[in-house]
């Protein structure tokens, strides 16, 4: 299997099976008396998730895999397990509120929206470990869109959360 394939193939498992703690997590939470905001627009952001990966599978497959790139993927899979075990049973790819305060350990410390952060960057850093400058500035530039979107929504249902 090449190398491109490897790579591929953990980022399409990696997605997928956050994709189901997510919907665990999710239920879960719902059954506890959170509620969802922001649900509008939650099928064009998975629409627009799984359009990246896919022209990431279609036009990268063959391609060669950059080392340096690769290298800061993978500083960013590090940075993507700290906000997720920080999170714990609360993350979700959903706007999910609860009567809970906020978290304030981790990564939250220091950025209000560290997933999002994490999200921008890997939009820019998986394209380019295949060479794909074309995917990173078209995905950056639709995900800046929906992240005006998602964050306005977040931030409005966390408002009262807020010290």
Do not use: C
Request: aromatic share 10%; charged share 10%; proline share 6%.
């Amino acid at each position: 299997m090449s190398p491109a394939i490897l790579f591929l193939t953990f980022i399409i498992v990696q997605r997928l099976s956050e994709l189901v703690i997510a919907k665990r997590n999710t239920a879960r939470l719902m059954a506890e008396g959170a509620r969802e905001i922001g649900a509008a627009h939650y099928p064009a952001m998975v629409a627009m998730h799984t359009a990246w990966i896919a022209a990431l599978v279609v036009f990268g497959w063959q391609n060669p895999v950059s080392l340096p790139w690769l290298m800061i993927f993978a500083v960013l899979q590090g940075l993507r397990l700290w906000i997720l075990t920080t999170l714990g049973p609360r993350w979700t790819t959903r706007i999910i509120i609860t009567d809970t305060p906020l978290v304030n350990a981790g990564p939250f410390r220091y950025l209000r929206h560290p997933n999002y952060t994490l999200v921008v960057a890997e939009i820019i850093v998986a394209p380019m470990v295949l060479g794909l400058v074309w995917v990173a500035v078209l995905w950056t530039i639709l995900n800046a869109a929906m992240l005006f979107v998602r964050i306005r929504a977040e931030n409005a249902g966390l408002a009262p959360h807020r010290d």
